[in-house]
């Protein structure tokens, strides 16, 4: 176990539709990012947050928004699914805003049918 | 943007060969090289990294060599085992980002 927990583990849904995903980082990890994962493409950056504030951002759609809580959990919200948002998403945690002491959750896995 | 490629996609050894895996990045400011082991189901775990300031770094089975010059990093892992089978993906970063570039990973076998 990594120490950073990540909800569900999977999830199936229709084209449209809007999910939500959960991360709650390693106890005493300040900074979440968030990891997409599908095939064709490896793993991409999309957000990071460090304290409840937004640090740095990838390749992330409009479709898509995060936020991290005061408790310091964090939750990558996904609209309008398309097919092509079919993926992995990973959540990893460290202590500082710097990018070393990457942890990795187990991700999310998601279908969208 | 940083760009990192990874060579070979897929690698087959024998029980206690040696494998290497190698990338190369584009940014002349990346200065720190992790490397992730990702097994079946799980998250990427970091297993080695190096920065820019060092050619080398060895942690028992696994090493990291690093030319800057060239911008390029290998890793490599000496008397494979069985349970070194799992796809490796490489990143390169600068400490003012905080996001990682990932290679596209290298399928490791190692056959018993």
């Known amino acids: ?113 | 943007g940083e760009n990192v490629e990874q060579h070979p996609s897929t690698l087959s050894v024998q029980e206690g060969d040696s494998a290497v895996i190698k990338c190369t990045y584009s940014d002349s400011a990346s200065n720190y090289f992790p490397w992730y082991k990702q097994e079946l189901g799980k998250g990427p775990q970091l297993i080695i990294d190096i920065r820019s300031n060092v050619g080398e770094k060895k942690d028992q089975r696994i090493a990291v060599t690093l030319n800057k010059t060239a911008k390029h990093f290998s890793l490599h892992i000496t008397e494979t085992q069985p349970e070194d089978s799992a796809v490796y993906f490489c990143a390169a970063s600068s400490y003012n980002f905080n996001k990682f570039y990932f290679g596209s990973g290298t399928k490791l076998n190692v056959k018993p």
């Not at chain 1, 959960?22 to 957000?47: A, E, K, M, N, T």
């Not at chain 1, 937004?54 to 898509?64: D, P, S, T, W, Y």
């Open chain 1, 1 to 113: 176990d990594s120490g950073v927990t990540q909800t569900p583990k999977h999830l199936i849904t229709a084209t449209g539709q809007r999910v939500t995903l959960r991360c709650s980082p390693r106890s005493g990890d300040l900074s979440v990012y968030w990891y997409q994962q599908s095939l064709d493409q490896g793993l991409q950056f999309l957000i990071q947050y460090y304290n409840g504030e937004e640090r740095a951002k990838g390749n992330i759609l409009e479709r898509f928004s995060a936020q991290q809580f005061p408790d310091l959990h964090s939750e990558l919200n996904l609209s309008s699914l398309e097919l092509g948002d079919s993926a992995l998403y990973f959540c990893a945690s460290s202590i500082q805003q710097e990018n070393y002491g990457y942890t990795f959750g187990s991700g999310t896995r998601l279908t969208v049918v």
